[in-house]
């Protein structure tokens, strides 16, 4: 009964995302569908009727029951083209609320553990891959099974006339050849469902080859028939053990298929004695031939419509799936955000991702307002994961991070990041143009504009010189190419425009000109005015612009204090920053010998 009820809302849940796409073409369509599903019962009927008028003495009413008769063959023509052209309309508008559907959901969910997940990665590679063409699937076969079930109910209705029990010596045997069809193709579903690693992999090297950024190092290093093997070897693993399945579905239906067989050439043997006892009239007998020759098609086509509709439901069934899991409800009650911030309380926090050791162990750090942070560390030290905590896109392994006394996994998460401003390591490179890239708005006020032009003031990310604030970004697009110093710039304008009481920054300047860093670091107090510091560095030297820091070492923090603090105590921070001094004392001198 569970089953049968998910069943039903599945159905209600797929059918009404179609309708919903446009419900006014929606109900026009049914309208022309249901009138093309009784044509061929509206044909039968008229042949009937013609046959007994030509056999007969009296001819009266031939002409018009001919005209008629000839409307049956000529209205599927004209409907045809129209209700292609509505089917083609309704597919786009049900593939564009699919896939919205599917990029809201994602979006929904917030944990970023959650969505670096191999299952989800597999799902959303099937939804994406399959919302092109499973709602134009599911359209096509809902509506002929729609118009077939219309056109058997009202052949029946004919045959039955006949003999009571024509239709049902048709239908039965085909009851389980449909269920042995639609379990084939659900199986193989399945399967490219369970394959979803090699999908991914072949998409990835399609992606290689065709990624404008790497065109560079594929030519260079003729690297083109290495990713062509591996992308014909994914395919190969792919076709290999899908082939398995379907080879072994192939054959599933035929006993079920013979039974049908065998009771149509028993039918037709029946119907061929029949027709020596001189019973049926000449109306009666090309109606008859008429409607066992639609009856056969009808039920064919729908055979295959059910089961083409058993995997598209398996598509929707994983929409669905999804919806719920980025509909998931925050277990603790939310709260809203406690302004003015006061401080942020890091308390016993540890983290470690799925099946993998800590990256964090007992973080205890208090932040309050005002304070300017650094975070230094070797590589792999944990100074990355720490930000993505405070950003809520990861949840403590166990203890907890507090603001003003409040957990923050207590606070409502939009209005948490409201709040908060970051420029990431991985930054978003966005085709959108300059304005765009900064502000995120189509708006166009007088607010935006100076708050625009201010963070590219203070990112030292210069306007003019062909690079304009309307300036589409991205050869793809036939717009412009940034450098890496160019993109940090926008990346750094985009987190001082963001407004919030607590600005992330995580290496921040990396790609950017030396003398540019420098500057920007020289006016980082400046440009933080007012807010709530955080900033992970490699650049030890720059951080004498923090008013505290903090060094992370395997995940823990070692050494606290101010820099220069931490320098004259000659511990890890000062191990760090002497290793780097001479690094560049080295690159220096290694100049220097050649300019010589």
């Known amino acids: 009964m569970g089953k049968a009820k998910e069943k039903l809302q599945l159905i209600q849940y797929s059918v009404?995302?179609?309708?919903?796409?446009?419900?006014?073409?929606?109900?026009l369509f049914l309208i022309l569908i249901t009138l093309q599903g009784l044509l061929p019962t509206l044909s039968v009927m008229t042949s009937i009727h013609l046959g007994n008028i030509i056999s007969s003495a009296d001819?009266?009413?031939?002409?018009?029951?001919?005209?008629?008769?000839?409307l049956t063959f000529v209205i599927p023509g004209v409907l045809a083209p129209v209700i292609s052209t509505l089917q083609s309309i309704l597919n786009s508008k049900a593939t564009f609320l699919t896939q919205r559907k599917i990029m809201e959901a994602a979006c929904r969910i917030d944990d970023l553990m959650l969505i670096e997940s191999p299952d989800l990665h597999d799902d959303l590679e099937v939804l994406s891959r399959e919302a092109a063409h499973r709602p134009?699937?599911?359209?096509?076969?809902?509506?002929?099974?729609?118009?077939?079930?219309?056109?058997?109910?009202?052949?029946?209705?004919?045959?039955?006339?006949?003999?009571?029990?024509?239709?049902?010596?048709?239908?039965?045997?085909?009851?389980?050849?449909?269920?042995?069809?639609?379990y084939s193709q659900i199986d193989i579903f399945k399967a490219m469902l369970g394959k979803g690693m090699p999908a991914r992999r072949i998409k990835y090297f399609l992606s290689v080859l065709l990624d404008v950024k790497l065109a560079k190092e594929i030519r260079l290093f003729n690297l083109s028939g290495f990713f062509l093997d591996k992308h014909r070897q994914s395919f190969n693993e792919l076709e290999d053990e899908l082939n398995q399945v379907r080879r072994k579905q192939l054959m599933r239906?035929?006993?079920?298929?013979?039974?049908?067989l065998l009771c149509s050439l028993g039918v037709m043997f029946w119907f061929v004695n029949y027709l020596s006892t001189?019973?049926?009239?000449?109306?009666?007998l090309l109606g008859t031939i008429q409607s066992i020759s639609f009856f056969g098609l009808s039920c064919q086509w729908m055979v295959y419509s059910f089961a083409n509709v058993g995997v598209c439901f398996g598509f929707f069934a994983r929409l669905k799936a999804l919806e719920t899991v980025?509909?998931?409800?925050?277990?603790?009650?939310?709260?809203?955000?406690p302004a003015p911030l006061h401080e942020i309380r890091f308390e016993d926090v540890s983290f470690a991702y799925q099946d993998d050791n800590f990256v964090l162990k007992n973080i205890n750090l208090t932040l309050r307002a005002g304070d300017h942070l650094a975070i230094v560390g070797e590589n792999g030290a944990g100074k990355s994961t720490l930000i993505k905590l405070l950003c809520r896109l990861y949840h403590p392994t166990s203890g907890r991070i507090t603001c003003n006394g409040t957990d923050i996994a207590r606070i409502d998460i939009y209005q948490w990041r409201r709040q908060l401003s970051a420029i990431f390591q991985d930054f978003g490179h966005y085709n959108l143009n300059i304005k765009e890239n900064v502000t995120f708005t189509h708006l166009s006020t007088l607010e935006t504009e100076r708050g625009f032009l201010d963070a590219c003031a203070k990112?030292?990310?210069?306007?003019?010189?062909?690079?304009?604030?309307?300036?589409?970004?991205?050869?793809?697009?036939?717009?412009?190419e940034l450098s890496g110093g160019q993109w940090q710039r926008l990346a750094l304008a985009r987190a001082l425009y963001t407004p919030g009481e607590l600005i992330i920054l995580d290496e921040p300047t990396s790609a950017m000109d030396p003398r540019v860093e420098a500057e920007i670091f020289r006016?980082?107090?400046?440009?933080?005015?007012?807010?709530?510091a955080v900033m992970v560095t490699h650049r030890l030297g720059v951080v004498k612009h923090a008013s505290y820091l903090i060094v992370l070492k395997q995940g823990e923090i070692v050494e606290r204090g101010t820099p220069a603090d931490l320098e004259q105590a000659r511990g890890e921070y000062y191990s760090l920053l002497k290793l780097q001094r001479e690094q560049y004392q080295y690159g220096e001198d290694k100049e220097g010998d050649v300019a010589g």
Do not use: M
């Not at 001819?59 to 008769?69: D, F």
């Not at 001189?278 to 009666?284: E, L, N, P, R």
């Not at 006016?523 to 709530?532: A, E, I, P, R």
């Open 16 to 27: 009404s995302l179609l309708l919903r796409s446009s419900p006014t073409l929606s109900c």
């Open 59 to 70: 001819h009266s009413g031939l002409t018009t029951v001919a005209i008629l008769w000839a």
């Open 136 to 182: 134009l699937n599911l359209l096509v076969n809902l509506i002929d099974i729609f118009r077939g079930t219309l056109t058997l109910l009202s052949l029946s209705l004919v045959l039955a006339s006949v003999v009571w029990w024509l239709p049902l010596a048709f239908l039965l045997p085909l009851v389980p050849v449909t269920f042995a069809v639609a």
């Open 253 to 260: 239906p035929q006993p079920w298929n013979l039974l049908y």
């Open 278 to 284: 001189g019973k049926i009239s000449v109306g009666g």
């Open 326 to 337: 980025a509909a998931a409800p925050q277990a603790p009650p939310e709260e809203p955000w």
């Open 459 to 480: 990112a030292q990310f210069a306007l003019g010189n062909g690079i304009a604030p309307d300036t589409l970004i991205g050869k793809e697009y036939a717009g412009t």
């Open 523 to 532: 006016q980082f107090s400046t440009l933080v005015h007012g807010k709530t």
